[in-house]
Every structure is written in structure tokens, then in C-alpha cells.
């Protein structure tokens, strides 16, 4: 058994390392920073707690509290005889014991108000999660972009290198020849020059949006991460501007940060009864059952057992209690004035959260369809640029332009590539933030 234990283990093993190399995609990086988040942990425990106060407030409605007691007490000197009831100088060990409990039948509704905010709080730590969980998530979309970006560039420069040293090894060879002047090598030299030094910046870029990539991930620096840069670059164009205000009124309503902003109002507004409740008598039920025993030094009467005196001793209670609140330094008024003030307030940041998410919800479809626009130009920019820079290759390769006129191509060139794959992640990015107030969290859409 062990044996074949020692087998399955070392199959595993070249498993888990293949998956561990595997490439890892956009979705793929969102799942390991939640995973790996402190934030999100922290919101998490944070969550795990009102689950907690949760089931306090539940039990503060429907359970008694339930206590025991016991004492014990050594006295020695004036006392009463418990055979005569008289007076006398006695040494007497004495030990009682009590067990009891109390139940608010009416406390201004606290109890169950507390209940209900408690209920409250925990919905609201769930959409405080899955806040958080989209903020991780449009973050780590925006760093992943980010690097594809740079990494595109790189390649695109790469490219460039190559043809620049195909052209100098071929000029350098014409040179030899006779067929080329020295001129035209040193103008390919430079050409090569300037290339990799645009080479050495984007690869900078690249490595610096890797790193904060990785910091966002919660990626440990020592360990290789390798990025899926096999992506869809094609460009989805959309009209939006026929479904923003459809759209702005679903997430004014289904927004977890307008459900939270909701439930901060009506936990307001249960405080607010509360405390105008608090004004009312409080009505409380008690019961119980007390014991003693007692035990006499230095007197030769016969002294009952212990069992016996628990059971003669033995007594039990219930009462109700009325709490009448008449003065209290307007504790009571001054709890009511705050809790009506933090009412309005949570009001007033409601209405304030519904028009943030409105405007946002605008804001996000004008931007995609600015985005998507300059899309359009960039990628029929990037197209001509690209026709133009191939011709203009061909020629300077030829000796037909000066190097001047081909460095300007390469540079348009380049510049265009940029804007162009700037554009395209921009505009995936804000078609995501669309999708996101649609409904549709971002880790879903991957």
C-alpha cells in the first residue's frame, strides 16, 4: 500500500508543475488575487463577524439570560442562631447557591430592531464583498491590459529590429561590393541604433507593468508567473447610446453599492424607532431559585445535612419588572435628536449614491462610445500607416529615399501601432464597465 502510495505520489507531482507553468489568462489572474487578496480576506472576516452579531441579536429575542451563582462566607461573632433565632456569639460557615434568569418582555422593540439591523448589516457585508471584488477585479483587468500593451509594443519594435538588421547586413554586403556608399550603412546603422533603444524602453514598460501586475495579484516575486498574451485583439464595436438610461435606472436599483447605501438608510431608520421607543417603560421578566446551607462551630447541637438544608432552604422566584424612565440629564432626547440627524444624513447620501451611480452609468457610455470611435480612427491610422511604412522599407532598402524620409515613416509607423493598441484596450475596458453596471461582474466576462 505504501508502495503504491510513493507511485501515485510522483505522478502527481509532474501535474501540478505543468499546471503551475501554465500560462496564466486574464480570468486566471483575477481568480488568484481573490484568492490571495488581503482585502478581500480582511472584508471576508469582516463578513464573518455580523454573521456573528447575526446570531447575538437573534438570541437576544428569543432566549433568556440565563446565570448561576455561588457564595461562600465565613462569619464569626454576633449572629443569630439559627435553632433559637436569638443573638449569640457563633463561628458559622455558610454557603448559598442561586440560579437565575431574565427575559425583556418589552425594551422599546431594541431587540428586535437589533434583529433586523443585524439582518441588514450582514446583506450588506456580502455586497461589500463583491464591491471590493470588482474593484480587485477592474484593477487587475487594468494592469493585465496594461502589460499586453507594452508587450504588444515590444513586439512590433521587435520586428522592426529584425528588418533593420536585414537591411544593414544587406547594405553592409553591397558596401563590400562597391554597390553601396558608406553613407547609406551609417544611415542603417543609426536606423538599427534608434531601433533598440525604443526596444530597450518598451521592454522597460513591459517589465514595470509585469511588476505591478504581479504586486496587484498578490503573485509572490519569487516565483514565475508567465501571462496568456494569446488574447482576442479584434475590436467588438457596439452602439451603447440607445441603452444608457435603461441601463443607469437597473443600476440605481440593483447596484451593490446603491443596496449598500440602501441598507446604511433603513439601518437609520430602525435606530431612529429605537431610540423614540426609548422613551416608553421597559418591561422585564425575572426568575429563579436560591439556596443555602449553613454549618456552626464550637455549639454540640445537631446540625441538619447538607442535602437537607438545600432542601428546606430552597426557594424560588418570578417577577416583573417595570422600568420607568423620568430623568436621566436628557440622555434619552439627546439619543433621538442624533439618531433622527444620522437619518436624514444616510437619506441625503442615498440620494447623493443614486446620482453618483446614474452619472457614472452615463459617464461609462459616453466614454465607451468615444473609446470605440477613436478605435475606428486608430485602426484604419494603424492600416494606412502600416501600407505606407512597408513601402517606404522597400524603397530606403533600395537606396530610393533619403533615411530621413524612412525614419519619419517608422516613426508615424510606430506611433500609430501605439495609438491603436492604446485604443483597443481602452475601449475593452470601458465596454467592460458597461457590462459591469449591466449586471454582469467582471470575472464573468472573461
Known sequence: MKKLQIILTLLCVPVFGLYAQKPMTLKDCMEFALNNSAQILTTKEFTYQKQINRRDAVLGVFTPQINAYAGLALTNGRTTDPETNMYTDLKMFQDEYQIYASMPLFNGFEAVNNMKISKIALESGKKSEEVKTDEICLLIMQHFYNFLYFSKMTKVVENEKQAAQTALQKAEKEFSLGNKSRVEVLEKQSFLAETEYKLADFEAQRNTAFSALKKVMMFPFDEVLEIDTAVNFSPVLTDFSSDAQNVATSAKEN????????????????????????????????????????????VNYQVPSFGEQIKNNGKTYISISLNIPIFNRLQKFSEFSRRKSDLKIANYEFQEKQAEIENAVLEAFDEALSAQKKLTAAQKAADYQKEYYDIAAKKFQEGLIPYLEFNTAANKYLEAQALYFNALFVSKIKNAVIEYYKGVSYIEQN
Request: proline residues 2%.
Open 255 to 298: 447596484n451593490a453599492q446603491i443596496l449598500i447605501s440602501e441598507n446604511t438608510l433603513k439601518t437609520k431608520e430602525l435606530q431612529f424607532k429605537t431610540a423614540k421607543w426609548q422613551f416608553f417603560p421597559k418591561i422585564d421578566l425575572n426568575a429563579g431559585w436560591y439556596s443555602s446551607h449553613s454549618k456552626i462551630s464550637g
